[in-house]
């Protein structure tokens, strides 16, 4: 099976339109639009090959049919935070073909090892973990939210087969805004009245501010998950810039103790709502009449019921001021507002199974069990995952 890089424009664009035709008959597929992908492998415009690097492939067969694709990457300073140097592998879509799927793989496979490589996470992102991360294994029967994955059900028994291992599960929980339990709701009102607690949404022309801010919270809340790498000013300013033309401020809110950035709920529209008839390539004038109908906060598409939904990306509080109810403080109090705007529901997503905080909080919200995500990973050659586990044995004894 040829697996051949995609380097020209027209292997390029048979990379981007490939997914289009897999999920051709599949009603519930939303495509990432193909400018968001180009985004994620153009080196001016994502920071990651400062100190990375990334290849894209597709397979096709001897008729000139693509058949599948997939990507490799490395971004250093990440994959050299784990005991056996670990790259990824993203944007993989097959047919149902497990030696399409082997052969693309292998090929990824190959190229991190060249590179030092002894490990891969599958599915993942050149970037953050926002977005395009995991594989979904449960789940199937709705649309996705934005920027989460969606994939053929046979894709996580290829990696299996291919002996990938499973590595964490990512869930995603749907909230209706309007019932948020009692309990929560009391919790938070509390939080609210207690001394030195403040909470403030982002001022827009003062992004950078609330960006440092966000960079702290972040940097502090996540620093002991294993696959995590602080967040440089850098980095969370392009994350800000890549994010502001669809931030609605009632949907951030931040929380601080004696004027210290102490926690963060961080949602957006679900975009997919508005761009799920483009099947990820709009024309110009989807985009125009986009542009015109997402001022004031996306009014167009909220008066006529088209956008009800949010994607809850990112909540968390430092953890010298954990237990002091800033998580259910967070969880509601922006809520009145964002129902008045016609959001009525969320999802609660990619919610790690190495965070047991979270899962806490999304079990106490009563939420619906809408999407599990999983995160694979796999060791090039027995000697690697026998020093991870000889590793993780050492780090797990009391």
Known sequence: ?????????????????????????DPNWVGPLDMEVKVIFHPRKNPHFVEG???????????????????????????????????????????????VAEALLSTAQGWLAERGMQAADAFVNFGENDRFWGVLI?????????????????????????GFELYFRQESRELDLRTIPERIVRIAQRAAQKEGVTFAY?????????????????????????????????????????????????????AYVDNE??????????????????????????????????????????????????????????????????????????????IQMGITHAELSWVGDFNPAMLAVLEATQARRSKVHATFRYYFTPEAQAQAQAHKAIISRP
Request: positive net charge; charged residues 25%; proline residues 10%.
């Open 53 to 99: 690097e990334a290849q894209w492939w597709i397979a096709i067969d001897n008729r000139g049919r693509v058949l599948g694709r997939v990507a490799a990457f490395v971004y250093y300073p990440k994959a050299q935070r784990y005991v056996v140097p670990t790259g990824g592998m993203g944007f993989f879509e097959c047919v149902e073909d497990y030696s």
């Open 138 to 162: 449960e789940g199937f029967d709705s649309p996705p939210s934005y920027g989460m994955p969606y994939n053929k059900p046979y894709y996580a028994d290829f990696l299996t087969r291919y």
């Open 261 to 338: 950035p102490a926690g963060i709920i961080l949602a957006v529209p679900d975009l997919n709502q508005i761009f799920r008839p483009w099947r990820g390539r709009p024309g110009l004038i989807d985009l125009l009449l986009f542009l015109w109908r997402k001022r004031n906060k996306f009014a167009w598409y909220r008066r006529r019921g088209i956008l009800t939904r949010a994607r809850v990306m990112l909540m968390g509080v430092r953890p010298k001021y954990q237990r002091r109810g800033l998580e259910s403080a967070l969880a509601y109090l922006p809520v009145p507002p964002v």
């Open 1 to 25: 099976m040829p697996v051949v890089p995609a380097i020209t424009p027209t292997q390029k664009q048979a990379f981007l339109d490939f997914p289009r035709q897999l999920y051709a008959d």
């Open 202 to 254: 982002p001022e827009l022309h003062n992004l950078r501010k609330y960006a440092l801010d966000f960079r702290t919270i972040y940097n502090d809340a996540w620093q002991y998950h294993e696959h995590f790498v602080p967040l440089s000013e850098e980095r969370v300013f392009r994350l800000v810039e890549n994010l502001k033309p669809i931030l609605i401020p009632e949907m951030i809110y931040f």
